[in-house]
């Protein structure tokens, strides 16, 4: 048990999925997990451990933003040996090329300020995912025939952003979507030694305006949960 995560020792697995919201770590352990049993509900963030394929696996929510990710993650690989994070969220789309329900590979994330900012000080960290992780998510969207793109994404620590300035600049230079965690938490995985990626699924669009209509969103997240799922058994 750790300050904000109830679990008892040995509750938790060592590959966790990092959805930021608990209700869609509900429904993800729901789906996809043999037998999954609840082990953490403090300040009704919801953890939950099952089976997938013979392997143990936790799927745990994290909050909105960088700070929120950054309390669990701490206390998951700090508390709890966690040794593959990875998570799975939704992202609006920065290119044209890249579509509502395609899914996103962040290799690396750019970023304003995280938690850990204070660490570097005057460096520019450039926060990168495990390459293993990345390379087998890819093989397993393949193999999917789920419209894949694998790049740099931004991670934003606000949620209603006021800098078009800052957007035309990140589109200009190829960023693929925007979302609020993946900078801090793959700071956190090199910190500590663990491995990490972010799979992500575009659910809105900030140069179309498009969104994924609430109906579709459970059958597109679900192939983002698959391929997440697939990538940490490799």
């Not at 933003?65 to 040794?83: H, T, W």
């Not at 329900?101 to 690396?108: E, G, H, I, N, Y």
């Not at 800098?163 to 200009?172: A, K, S, Y």
């Not at 979302?179 to 809105?204: C, F, K, N, P």
Request: aromatic share 6%.
């Amino acid at each position: 048990m750790s300050t904000h995560i109830g679990a008892k020792p040995g509750e938790i697995a060592e590959t966790v999925l990092l959805p930021g919201d608990p209700y869609r770590a509900r429904w993800a352990a729901e789906r996809f997990l043999e037998a999954p049993r609840l082990v953490n509900e403090v300040r009704g963030m919801l953890g939950f451990t099952g089976r997938w394929r013979g392997h143990d696996v936790t799927i745990h929510g994290t909050g909105m933003g960088m700070p929120s990710l950054s309390i669990y993650v701490n206390e998951l690989i700090r508390d709890f040996d966690a040794k593959t994070l990875i998570r799975i969220g939704s992202a609006g789309a920065m290119q044209p090329q890249v579509k509502i329900r395609d899914v996103v590979l962040a290799m690396t994330a750019s970023t304003l300020s995280t938690p850990s900012r204070g660490h570097f000080r005057e460096l520019a960290y450039a926060p990168a995912a495990d390459f293993g992780l990345l390379s087998a998510a890819h093989a397993a969207a393949q193999a999917k025939a789920v419209p894949i793109h694998v790049g740099g994404i931004y991670s934003s620590d606000v949620f209603y952003d006021e800098r078009p300035d800052l957007t035309e600049q990140m589109t200009r230079h190829g960023v693929l979507c925007v979302e609020m965690e993946t900078a801090e938490l793959y700071t956190l995985a090199a910190r500590h030694g663990a491995r990490a990626l972010s799979v992500l699924t575009i659910s809105d669009h900030l140069l179309t305006h498009e969104a994924l209509p609430a109906a579709d969103r459970e059958r597109s997240f679900a192939d983002m949960v698959e391929i997440a799922l697939t990538a940490a058994f490799a």
